[in-house]
Each structure stands twice: as structure tokens, then as C-alpha cells.
Nanobody
Framework: QVQLVELGGGLVHAGGSLRLSCAAS????????TGWFRQAPGKEREFVSA????????YYADSVKGRFTISRDNAKNTVYLQMNSLKPEDTAVYYC????????????????WGQGTQVTVSS
């Protein structure tokens, strides 16, 4: 069992930066890939980024490529999402997900989910 808590959301102006953290409990966290997803009001939850269990492989949605960076520190049971050059369209609740053996964009591949953290980007 893995429990996830997202931290670091907030309000930022367009062009600004935020760093989200996903803190996990459970010894198996480091064995799984971890993903970040987001859901804007009235829209479906969508893939943002994912990282393999060892941090070697990373993947990004086209909409965030070049602006967001995912990383992990297994010694701290934490995955990070550094978000730069934020845009108003990045406004959403951001969710951390774990439990997939591969860093995929398929939302159904992840067994464990956090409660989400709100990111609001003002224009």
C-alpha cells in the first residue's frame, strides 16, 4: 500500500514557477513509476509527466515539454515536478499517482492516488 500527499500548489502569475512535491509512505514506492496528472474544471484528468522507478526515464505531455521537469529522490520517498514558465492554461488540480510498473500516460495503470493540490496561474 502506498499513500501519497501532494504539496507545493498555490497561486502564481503567468511566467512564474512552482515546485510540486509528492511525498509517499510505504516501502514499495521506490519500486513503482510515478506520474503527475492534472484536472481543470469541467475537463477530464490528463497526463502531465511520469518517471520510472529509478529516475532514468521521464516522459512529458507535449503541452508541458520544455517547461516542466520531473525528478525523484527515493531516499526521501519523494517525487518532484518543477514547473517553469507557467501559463493560465496550466491552472488545474495536480495529482500524484503511483503503483504502475512503467512510466506511462495511461491513467488506469496507476493504483494509488493523492488528494491533489491546486495550481492557479493568473494572467
Amino acid at each position: 500500500q502506498v499513500q501519497l500527499v501532494e504539496l507545493g500548489g498555490g497561486l502564481v502569475h503567468a511566467g512564474g514557477s512552482l515546485r510540486l512535491s509528492c511525498a509517499a509512505s510505504g516501502r514499495t514506492f521506490s519500486a513503482y513509476a510515478t506520474g503527475w496528472f492534472r484536472q481543470a474544471p469541467g475537463k477530464e484528468r490528463e497526463f502531465v509527466s511520469a518517471i520510472s522507478w529509478n529516475g532514468i526515464s521521464t516522459y512529458y505531455a507535449d503541452s508541458v515539454k520544455g517547461r516542466f521537469t520531473i525528478s525523484r529522490d527515493n531516499a526521501k520517498n519523494t517525487v518532484y515536478l518543477q514547473m517553469n514558465s507557467l501559463k493560465p492554461e496550466d491552472t488545474a488540480v495536480y495529482y500524484c499517482a503511483s503503483g504502475s510498473y512503467y512510466p506511462v500516460s495511461d491513467i488506469t495503470a496507476y493504483k494509488y492516488w493523492g488528494q491533489g493540490t491546486q495550481v492557479t496561474v493568473s494572467s
